[in-house]
């Protein structure tokens, strides 16, 4: 599967597959034959350019829970990188770039599962205030108010699959 990989300010795509019994890495879309393989629980002999390089590889907590942390360390010395789901990374640029709303409609940016109400109707809320939890691609993704308003009606139920652009939760403008 493909992944994103930063280290220190590089951002490249990386998959590492196997085809006819040999392993290949796609480096930004450059295809490098490999070999690789585990001598130990986090320690790999890496063969790559008729080179041999012994790599030990260990997880390390990153801040961000859709990066995955790891350090590796070779015989030239340490590198942190993390990796990151492709679909994930699109998906918080999607939900990041998009108007959750449309007037005073919030509809669902993609097809999930609504798994929290966090508001009622005739209930006030203010602007940036989360109305609902919807899991999407293992993903849960707080929706929150645009705006000061009154919760006009809400659309949807907990545990209810959603379709893509389906209205979830109808918001009125507060008189100041």
């Known amino acids: 599967m493909k992944r994103t990989l930063v280290i220190a300010d590089q951002t490249v795509e990386l998959e590492i ?3 006819r019994g040999k392993t290949v890495m796609t480096w930004d879309g450059e295809e490098i034959p490999i070999d690789i393989v585990r001598v130990e629980k986090s320690s790999y002999s890496v063969i790559m350019d008729g080179r041999s390089v012994g ?3 260990d997880r390390i907590r990153n801040a961000d829970p859709d990066l995955h942390g790891f350090r590796s ?3 030239d010395g340490a590198y942190e990188f993390t990796l990151q789901d492709p679909r994930k990374k699109l998906l918080a640029e999607a939900m990041a ?3 959750r709303s449309e007037g005073n409609l919030i509809r669902a940016l993609m097809p ?3 798994l929290k ?3 009622h109707e005739g209930e006030t ?3 940036g205030q989360p109305l609902l939890i919807l899991e999407a ?3 849960q993704n707080e929706y929150t108010a645009p705006t000061t308003a009154r919760v006009a009606k809400v659309h949807v139920e907990e545990g209810v699959n959603m379709e893509i652009n389906a209205p979830m939760i109808s918001l009125q403008q507060v008189e100041a």
Do not use: A, D
Request: aromatic share 4%.
């Open 17 to 19: 597959s196997r085809r």
């Open 125 to 127: 809320v203010e602007e």
């Open 73 to 75: 360390t070779t015989y």
């Open 112 to 114: 999930g599962k609504v």
């Open 117 to 119: 109400l966090l508001v």
């Open 137 to 139: 691609m293992k993903m």
């Open 55 to 57: 790599v030990n590889i």
């Open 97 to 99: 770039r998009s108007k």
